[in-house]
């Protein structure tokens, strides 16, 4: 296997480690949305208040949260800008051509930099606490009911098993190929954009051809064993919903409550 | 064989769709090109999953790579099932033109030009309004200049790699 470090997951054992990663992975995705609910100073608050305790329960240091925020700060403040100059209304303090510093702006740009930082942040929260494997076995926990709907979930979750499994392996062979064509002289960072381009095609082709051949080896290898499909396969990795799901719940019907308090109708 | 035929039963199918899937993966951390107008490499998967999977389970892939980049890699900016939607909604327009069809420039030109108005424009900026409440023009301007370059390197990226994959040939 790879040496590469996949995913951002830090091992653990705090109240959010304890959580099965089906009940983690469902409170991001809700705490994404609940973000919305949050309209003024106050919903915006509380909303903060929550993340940060949510990281507290990681356990984790602040600086692992700082890393998940670092190469993403200059697009937030950025985009933070071109909301302050771009949106009108309220007093406004400054104009010229099509740009304005107005309250409205003002206002506008700092919930668009606290909800960006704290998407962010409740993301970092997910990827840091659970294994790569758990999200995905989450994932297709999550997408079991679309089996109503006659959606192929037991084959998409065979493919994102096999992706799984090889992103450190092609990786590693990408890094390879690359060495390999470097060292009979191909150059990837001279010359201009179309030049560039068209080296692309040594490295994309030995890969393209080198999965080609495990998928075929490995269908093989699996069909010889008997592999049917999904069919009355067991879990290796069984989930189970523990205490810590219940507390967490409770955690964000008591944020949601608190948002729709508070929050400016 | 030509790579399109040599693939036999549906289990071959489907794992050669996580190797593409995966490749995808991998090709999106690397890019090229000056600090200025950095080129990144995902799309060529999106357009390896149309080429050879159609609009059904190219789309499909789409939607995979998103979800396990972000449980590997953890998606910068956060989770969003918009930017799912966006990963889906290119291998199907690129399947649209180069699914079972010839490699022709014309399709090359007008699924890159499609992808980058419907997608990279309109999608991606109106997910970029909704989950952070951009102001819609503001996002565009940050958006345009990137995506007035960008599509004709990739339309040349696009030409010379299924140009190279249309003839690759596997002995078993």
Redo the contacts between chains.
């Keep these: 296997m790879s040496k590469i470090i996949i995913g951002r997951y830090i091992p653990g054992d705090s109240l959010v480690y304890k959580m099965d990663p089906r009940g983690k992975l469902l409170i991001t995705i809700l705490f994404i949305l609940t973000i919305f609910l949050a309209n003024n100073p106050i919903t915006y608050a509380i909303i903060t208040l929550f993340c940060f305790l949510a990281i507290i329960a990681t356990g984790l240091k602040a600086r692992v949260f700082w890393n998940g925020v670092k190469p993403l700060i200059g697009l937030i403040f950025f985009t933070s800008l071109l909301q302050l100059f771009f949106m009108t209304g309220g007093k406004v303090f400054w104009h010229w051509w099509i740009f304005s510093i107005s309250s409205y702006g003002i206002v506008n740009a700092i919930y668009i930099f606290v909800r960006f930082t704290l998407i962010i942040l409740i993301s970092t929260v997910m990827t840091v606490t659970t294994m790569p494997l758990e999200i995905a076995d989450a994932m297709e926990w999550l997408l079991k009911p679309l089996k109503v709907v006659k959606v192929p979930v037991d084959k998409i979750a065979l493919v994102i098993s096999i992706a799984l499994r090889f992103v450190p392996t092609l990786f590693d062979e990408t890094l390879k190929i690359m060495n390999a064509q470097r060292s009979r002289g191909a150059d990837f960072n001279d010359g201009g954009l179309i030049k560039r381009a068209k080296a692309i095609a040594p490295i994309l082709i030995p890969l393209f051809i080198h999965s080609l051949e495990t998928a075929i080896d490995l269908s093989t290898a699996m069909e010889s064993r008997g592999y049917r499909g999904s069919e009355g396969r067991t879990k290796y990795r069984v989930l189970n919903w523990s205490k810590y799901d219940l507390i967490s719940l409770a955690y964000f019907v008591l944020l949601v409550g608190l948002l729709l308090i508070f929050r400016t109708h | 064989m030509n790579?399109k035929k040599?693939?036999r039963?549906d289990?071959?199918q489907?794992?050669?769709?996580?190797?593409?899937?995966?490749?995808k993966?991998?090709?999106g951390?690397?890019s090229?090109?000056p600090t200025t107008?950095k080129?990144g490499?995902g799309f060529?998967g999106s357009v390896?999953l149309a080429y050879f999977f159609g609009p059904v389970w190219g789309t499909?892939?789409g939607g995979?790579?998103d979800?396990?980049s972000?449980?590997?890699?953890?998606?910068?900016?956060?989770?969003?099932?918009g930017f799912t939607l966006t990963a889906m909604v290119g291998p199907l327009i690129y399947a649209l033109f180069l699914y079972d069809h010839p490699v022709k420039v014309w399709r090359i030109v007008a699924s890159t030009i499609l992808v980058t108005i419907i997608v990279n424009i309109g999608m991606n900026t109106l997910w970029?309004h909704l989950?952070?409440?951009?102001?819609f023009?503001?996002?565009l301007?940050?958006r345009l200049p990137k995506e007035m370059i960008i599509p004709w390197?990739q339309m040349?990226?696009i030409y010379?790699?299924l140009q190279?994959?249309s003839r690759?040939k596997?002995k078993?």
């Excluded at chain 2, 489907?14 to 490749?23: K, N, P």
């Excluded at chain 2, 890699?73 to 969003?80: E, H, L, M, S, V």
């Design positions: 790579a040599i693939l039963t289990l071959q489907m794992i050669f769709l996580g190797m593409i899937v995966a490749m993966i991998i090709l951390q690397f090229f090109g107008v080129v490499l060529i390896l499909i892939g995979i790579s979800l396990v972000s449980a590997i890699f953890g998606n910068q900016g956060g989770f969003f099932i970029l989950m952070y409440g951009m102001n023009n503001a996002a301007v940050q390197v040349v990226v010379v790699v190279a994959v690759v596997i078993k």
